[in-house]
């Protein structure tokens, strides 16, 4: 076959072509500072990249989770705080209410229907939007104005691992009905009960309040267990991003030279295609 010079000029433009991609290539990575800019430039390393982007995306999953149910564990246990507070003074103005005359039995009442309320407060706690005693039905309140529990029976889980879920709460059915039962009960007897009937609701309360602190315990429990995990999630993610900064850091030296070196072959293409054209042209003038 015969070489035209149509043919060398289209091949000495597909060179040029072919430098300047390189060239975008080379600019690409030395400012990036990452090597692989497409999947066809390390198939086999683009792919690891690949893999090891996806896994962390569900480390970061499981790590906003873990987050959320951190928060709403401590927001729990704040209220769980504040609610065993509450019953300890309902105790002590028990206490004083079955050794005291009748006029201050009728403002100790009024003092523990104050302190009922409070609890049946705290009890529609919510957290963004959702109340975390309300089992699975978080939209509305778990509690009604007279202590009554209208919420779900089964507490939500989240997975905050492969194939690990973890309760983010107590329904509010476990910890508070007795107490609150009971705190009913005081209001009435302090008021116009006997001592030993004051002295029998005080000890119902404190009986009850055990839910109170048996709750306390799991919600220490499951944020020990939860911290863990997190720091077990920090520890992988980090093995992972370094793992891929291996794969997909670029050496910058490296990024300069090959840089400069696609700029001068960039440089010799266009000279190159420049005297071609000019000798096509001189040939067709003569």
Do not use: C, W
Request: zero cysteines; glycine letters at 6%.
């Amino acid at each position: 076959m015969r070489v035209t010079q149509r043919m060398i000029l289209q091949d000495a433009l597909r060179g040029l072509f072919a430098n300047q991609q390189a060239l975008h290539r080379a600019s690409e990575v030395a400012s990036t500072g990452e090597r692989i800019q497409r999947v066809s430039d390390q198939p086999l390393d683009a792919s690891a990249v690949i893999r090891l982007d996806s896994q962390l995306r569900v480390l970061e999953r499981y790590r906003r989770a873990s987050v959320s149910v951190t928060t709403r564990l401590s927001t729990e246990e704040a209220v769980l705080n504040s609610v065993d507070d509450l019953l300890r003074q309902a105790e002590g103005l028990a206490a004083e209410a079955a050794n005291t005359d009748d006029e201050t039995k009728g403002n100790i009442s009024k003092e523990l229907s104050l302190i009922r309320e409070q609890i049946i407060s705290l009890g529609n706690t919510r957290v963004s939007g959702e109340y975390i005693f309300a089992g699975s039905q978080v939209d509305s309140p778990p509690f009604s104005p007279d202590g009554s529990y209208v919420g779900g029976t089964g507490a939500r889980q989240v997975e905050i691992a492969d194939g690990l879920r973890i309760p983010v709460n107590h329904t509010g059915d476990e910890v508070l009905p007795d107490v609150l039962g009971f705190l009913d009960t005081l209001v009435t007897e302090s008021e116009s009960g006997t001592p030993d009937a004051i002295r029998a609701a005080n000890k119902g309360l404190k009986q009850s309040a055990k839910n109170i602190e048996r709750a306390r315990v799991e919600l220490g429990t499951r944020m020990n267990h939860l911290d863990r995990i997190q720091k077990d999630q920090v520890r992988r993610s980090s093995a992972l991003l370094d793992e891929r900064q291996a794969l997909q850091a670029a050496d910058p030296a490296e990024s300069i030279l090959k840089l400069s070196q696609a700029k001068t072959s960039l440089e010799m293409a266009y000279k190159a295609v420049s005297e071609m054209l000019s000798t096509n042209i001189l040939q067709f003038l003569r």
